[in-house]
């Protein structure tokens, strides 16, 4: 198993650019998440679903959007980035519930200039 | 709504030393509590979670955590610190109204040889 992954890697983008990051899991999770992790303030929610063809709103979601057109895909969209979205994203996924362990994929690195 | 906080950004101990990072919590009801541990560079992993019954929660490597509901804590521990552990931890809750999962704001272990 491949557990969580994230493409790409690494992103440098333009003001007014955007971009879509991918985030797959072979667990057969009902529920994924996105977050962002910027310096000294932890993960912060962006949106979340909780089921293939669901999404919502997390803590911070202005500037994304996000599509879980498949149970196993969960895309974040950047439509017109800004430096503010400079940030490293995780995804995660979680079998049931909020409350069960989450798993967390590597990371996307993004710069927004 | 559920929060946690980690009042230390920093911890440093001697190899060999006990170790404490320190979590405290605010929630609504029976809390769920977890930690989680980010090596560089990479994502989130699961060290252990609180659900209810014992107090003392033993995880992965070696941790463990003491959930004391009266000071409203849920401090991870470690009798001896070995160099490897150096990461950042995170303390985290899930919601209560199935609409943000708080993270603490993270606390660096450096273990020094």
């Known amino acids: 198993n491949a557990g969580v992954t994230q493409t790409p890697k690494f992103r440098v983008l333009k003001t007014g650019q955007s971009m879509t990051l991918l985030c797959a899991q072979d667990?057969?999770?009902?529920?994924m998440y996105w977050y962002r992790q910027d310096p000294g303030m932890g993960l912060r929610l962006i949106h979340y679903?909780?089921?293939?063809?669901?999404?919502a709103k997390g803590e911070v979601p202005d500037g994304y959007n996000v599509s879980r057109l498949k149970k196993q895909n969960f895309l974040l969209g950047l439509e017109s980035a800004a430096p503010s979205q400079t940030s490293v994203y995780f995804c995660?996924?979680?079998?049931?519930?909020?409350?069960?362990?989450?798993?967390f994929g590597p990371g996307t690195r993004l710069t927004v200039l | 709504a559920q929060s946690v906080a980690q009042p230390e950004d920093q911890v440093n101990v001697a190899e060999g030393n006990p170790l404490t990072v320190k979590c405290t919590y605010s929630v609504s009801g029976n809390p769920y509590l977890f930690w989680y541990v980010q090596y560089p560079n990479r994502g989130l992993q699961f060290l252990l979670k609180?659900?209810?019954?014992?107090?003392l929660v033993k995880g992965s490597y070696g941790f463990e955590a003491e959930f004391n509901k009266s000071q409203t804590s849920f401090h991870l521990k470690k009798p001896s610190a070995l160099v490897s552990d150096s990461a950042l931890y995170f303390c985290?809750?899930?919601?209560?109204?199935?609409?943000?999962?708080?993270f603490g704001a993270g606390t660096r272990l450096t273990v020094k040889p």
């Open positions: 667990m057969n999770h009902e529920y």
């Open positions: 985290a809750v899930p919601p209560y109204n199935n609409n943000d999962m708080r």
């Open positions: 679903s909780v089921g293939e063809g669901t999404t």
């Open positions: 995660a996924s979680t079998l049931g519930s909020f409350s069960d362990t989450q798993y």
């Open positions: 609180y659900i209810t019954g014992d107090n």
